[in-house]
C-alpha cells in the first residue's frame, strides 16, 4: 500500500507541471471545484496559508499598519475613474448585472484589486496634515477572470492581503513602497526559506496606474520565475483622480501621495515548486502546520510503544507544533509516505528497542538523514535540528539560484541560453520597451526586474547601445 501513494506523483524531472498538480492533490492542499477557474483550499493548505498571515500580519503591524476591510463590489464608475487602472484590469473584471431578478441601473464589479473603493473612502477621511499618514491593510479575497488557471498560481478567485496608505510626501510614500517590498522579501526568504530579486518593474510590466512597481521575483525549480510580491508607488495618479487632498501645516490644500502592496496564495504556489521534490512537500519548519509527526512502530508491543510515543507527544506538544500518528489502519511504511508528501519537516520514529534504549529516531524530511537521540536530549536536539533544517532548505534553494543565472554575452547567445537551459537571464539593458518587447516575442521571456544590486551596465543585449541598467529576463508564472 505503501508505494500506491508515491507512484501516483508523476516525477518532477518528467513532467514538472503534472507533478505540481499531484503534489496539491495527493498533500490535500486544494481540490478542483466545480466554478470554472476556482479552487477550494483544503484544511491543510489553508493552514499553510494560516501561518503566512500569521507572519506578515505581524510584521505589518509592527511598520505600523492597521487591518480594515472594504467591500467586495465596486460600482463601475467608480473603477472608470482612473483610465489606466481600469484599462489594465478590464479584461478581468468580473460584473454583476443583477440583484435577484431586477437588472442594476449601474454594473457592479467583483473587486480584482481595492485602490478605487478605497481611494474613495480615503478622499472622505482625509483632511488635515494630521490625518497622515493613513496606513491600512486589508486581508480579502479577489476576484479575477482569467483564462487558464492552476491551482494557486492563477486562479479566478484568490485570497491576498493588500495594503493600502497616504502620505504627505512623495518622499514618505517612497519610503513606504520600498519598506514593504523588504518587509516581504524578509518574509519569503527567512519564513518561506524562498531566495529572492529584489527589484523595479520596467514601465510595461508595472501596476496599472502605479508610477513605480518594486517587486521580488523567485526561481522555481524548473527555472521559471515567480512574481512573489509587489509593491507600488501610486504618486498622485489616484490621488487626484479621486481627489483626496489635505490641508498642509503651510495653509496649502494639497494632494497625498499613496502606495499600495500585496502578497497572495501564489506563495503556496512558491513554497511547493521552490522545495518539492519526487516525494511530495518539503516544507520549511518555520511556516510548516506540522513540524513533527509522530510515527510510533509498535512491532508486537502495541501498548508499550504507544505508551511512549504519548508521553513524548505531551513533551514537546507545547514548544512544537507535532502531531502523533496512532492511526491503526495503516502501516508505519504507509505513514511514513504520507508525511512526507504532506512535507512535515521532521518525522520522529519509535519502536519496541528505542523505547527499551530510551531514544527516539529523527527522520529530516529535506535530506532523509537518520539520527537516533537520547529522550533526554530531544528538546535540545529538535530546536537545533529544525533551525538547520529551515537553514539548509534556504541554501539548497540559493544555490540553484545563483547556478541557474546566466548572463549571454549577445542576443544570439541569450536567445540559445533560453532554450537549451532553465533559469534567469541577467543582461544589460537601453531601457526601451522596443528591446524589451523584441526579447519577449523572440524567446517568451519578459523582464523581471531591474535589480537594486550593483550596476555598472556596458551595452545593451539587444540593440547595442548604452545600456542603462542590468535586468534580467526569464519565463515566469
Ligand atoms: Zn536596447
Not at 55 to 63: G, I, V
Not at 72 to 97: C, D, M, N, R, Y
Not at 113 to 138: A, F
Request: hydrophobic share 35%; net charge negative.
Amino acid at each position: 500500500m505503501e508505494e500506491n501513494l508515491l507512484k501516483e506523483i508523476t516525477p518532477k524531472s518528467r513532467d514538472f507541471s503534472q507533478w505540481y498538480i499531484d503534489v496539491i492533490l495527493k498533500a490535500e492542499l486544494a481540490d478542483y471545484s466545480p466554478v470554472r477557474g476556482c479552487m477550494v483550499i483544503r484544511p491543510y493548505g489553508f493552514a499553510i496559508w494560516e501561518k503566512m498571515q500569521y507572519f506578515l500580519d505581524q510584521r505589518f503591524k509592527a511598520t505600523g499598519h492597521k487591518n480594515a476591510y472594504f467591500p467586495l463590489f465596486i460600482p463601475e464608475s467608480l473603477l472608470q475613474k482612473e483610465v489606466e487602472h481600469v484599462e489594465g484590469f478590464a479584461p478581468e473584471v468580473a460584473w454583476v448585472t443583477h440583484g435577484g431578478h431586477d437588472e442594476l441601473s449601474e454594473r457592479i464589479a467583483v473587486r480584482p484589486t481595492s485602490e478605487t473603493i478605497i481611494c474613495s473612502m480615503y478622499s472622505k477621511w482625509i483632511r488635515s496634515w494630521r490625518d497622515l499618514p493613513v496606513l491600512i491593510n486589508q486581508w480579502c479575497n479577489v476576484v479575477r477572470w482569467e483564462k487558464s488557471t492552476k491551482p494557486f498560481l492563477r486562479t479566478a478567485e484568490f485570497l491576498w492581503q493588500e495594503g493600502h496608505t497616504a502620505h504627505r510626501t512623495e518622499e514618505e510614500a517612497e519610503e513606504e513602497t520600498l519598506r514593504m517590498l523588504e518587509v516581504y522579501r524578509d518574509f519569503v526568504e527567512s519564513d518561506l526559506a524562498v531566495p529572492v530579486i529584489k527589484g523595479k518593474k520596467s514601465e510595461s510590466e508595472k501596476f496599472a496606474g502605479a508610477l513605480r512597481t518594486y517587486t521580488i521575483e523567485a526561481m522555481m525549480s524548473d527555472g521559471k520565475a515567480l512574481q512573489a510580491g509587489t509593491s507600488h508607488n501610486l504618486g498622485q495618479h489616484f490621488s487626484k483622480v479621486f481627489d483626496i487632498t489635505y490641508l498642509d501645516q503651510d495653509g496649502q490644500l494639497k494632494n497625498v501621495w499613496q502606495t499600495s502592496w500585496g502578497v497572495s496564495t501564489r506563495l503556496i504556489g512558491a513554497l511547493i515548486m521552490t522545495h518539492g521534490d519526487d516525494r511530495g512537500l518539503r516544507i520549511p519548519p518555520k511556516i510548516a502546520p506540522i513540524q513533527v509527526a509522530i510515527v510510533p512502530i509498535y512491532g508486537k508491543k502495541k501498548e508499550f510503544v504507544l505508551d511512549k510515543a504519548m508521553k513524548i507527544f505531551n513533551m514537546i506538544k507545547e514548544e512544537y507544533r507535532v502531531e502523533l500518528d496512532d492511526r491503526d489502519e495503516y502501516t508505519p511504511g504507509w505513514k511514513f509516505s504520507e508525511w512526507e508528501m504532506k512535507g512535515v519537516p521532521v518525522r520522529l520514529e519509535i519502536g519496541p528497542r528505542d523505547v527499551e534504549k530510551q531514544q527516539v529516531i529523527l527522520v529530516r524530511r529535506d535530506t532523509g538523514e537518520k539520527l537516533a537521540v537520547k529522550e533526554q536530549d530531544l528538546e535540545n536536539e529538535l530546536n537545533k535540528l529544525l533551525d538547520d533544517i529551515q537553514k539548509n532548505m534556504y541554501d539548497q534553494a540559493r544555490n540553484f539560484m545563483n547556478e541557474n543565472i546566466w548572463q549571454p554575452t549577445d542576443f544570439a547567445d541569450l536567445k540559445k541560453t533560453l532554450e537549451e537551459k532553465r533559469g534567469f537571464i541577467k543582461a544589460n539593458w537601453c531601457g526601451s520597451s522596443d528591446c524589451e518587447n523584441l526579447i519577449k516575442e523572440e524567446t517568451g521571456a519578459t523582464m523581471r526586474c531591474i535589480p537594486f544590486e550593483e550596476q555598472n551596465p556596458g551595452k545593451c543585449i539587444v540593440c547595442g547601445k548604452k545600456a542603462k541598467s542590468i535586468a534580467y529576463f526569464a519565463k515566469s508564472y
